[in-house]
T-cell receptor, first 116, second 114 residues
Framework: AQKVTQAQTEISVVEKEDVTLDCVYE???????LFWYKQPPSGELVFLIR????DEQNEISGRYSWNFQKSTSSFNFTITASQVVDSAVYFC?????????????WGLGTSLAVNP | DTGVSQNPRHKITKRGQNVTFRCDPI?????LYWYRQTLGQGPEFLTY????????KSRLLSDRFSAERPKGSFSTLEIQRTEQGDSAMYLC????????????FGPGTRLTVL
């Protein structure tokens, strides 16, 4: 069975601090895809990144970076120099191989509060 | 290029009434998904369409729930005889049928059953 665990329910930081959101996944598929989405208070889920299981390169996009480690089944998300606008709930999600129903299996989310 | 749209954004109804939600996917996206999200939880998969074919339904989708995508474009989700437990955010997502089939979400429809 597929499962995504985000152990951190809530995180509170002060602006400009770095913060890492953890994501651990379980799957029996050899090919799978991992995602991070942001859900601001407005409620709409915003896609941040997609990573396939064969690509373990870390990725950086501005203040955002992602660390994918198959050995520990983790796909962690770091925000550098956090800003108040980063306050949101962040979800990690997992989907199966291409060709199948690509429904997303979601973690419970981590609520990030960035305080001025 | 517009994103995924959902209507209505909010719906308040009395227990026992029927409600219908609409989702318009990104044009040329042939995959469409419905999810449900309750407070403090991640979204849960409800059903999936590829073009007009409904290919999978979750066990969460009881007999009171039905979804259609008649022409492979917009989709509707109907809940009959609503119950208070149906109160949730109903999310629609669409994706292209390519190797990079990332799902893009609409703003959701928040249902409150009194």
């Amino acid at each position: 069975a597929q499962k995504v665990t985000q152990a951190q329910t809530e995180i509170s930081v002060v602006e400009k601090e770095d913060v890492t959101l953890d994501c651990v996944y379980e799957t029996r598929d050899t090919t799978y895809y991992l995602f991070w989405y942001k859900q601001p208070p407005s409620g709409e889920l915003v896609f941040l990144i997609r990573r396939n299981s064969f690509d373990e390169q870390n990725e950086i996009s501005g203040r955002y970076s992602w660390n994918f480690q198959k050995s520990t089944s983790s796909f962690n998300f770091t925000i550098t120099a956090s800003q108040v606008v980063d306050s949101a709930v962040y979800f990690c999600a997992l989907s199966g191989p291409a060709g199948n129903n690509r429904k997303l299996i979601w973690g419970l989310g981590t609520s990030l509060a960035v305080n001025p | 290029d517009t994103g995924v749209s959902q209507n209505p954004r909010h719906k308040i109804t009395k227990r026992g009434q029927n409600v219908t939600f609409r989702c318009d996917p990104i044009s040329e996206h042939n995959r469409l998904y419905w999810y449900r999200q309750t407070l403090g939880q991640g979204p849960e998969f409800l059903t999936y369409f590829q073009n007009e074919a409904q290919l999978e339904k979750s066990r969460l989708l009881s007999d009171r729930f039905s979804a259609e995508r008649p022409k492979g474009s917009f989709s509707t989700l109907e809940i009959q005889r609503t119950e208070q437990g149906d109160s949730a955010m109903y999310l629609c997502a669409s994706s292209p049928q390519t190797s990079t089939d990332t799902q893009y979400f609409g703003p959701g429809t928040r249902l409150t059953v009194l």
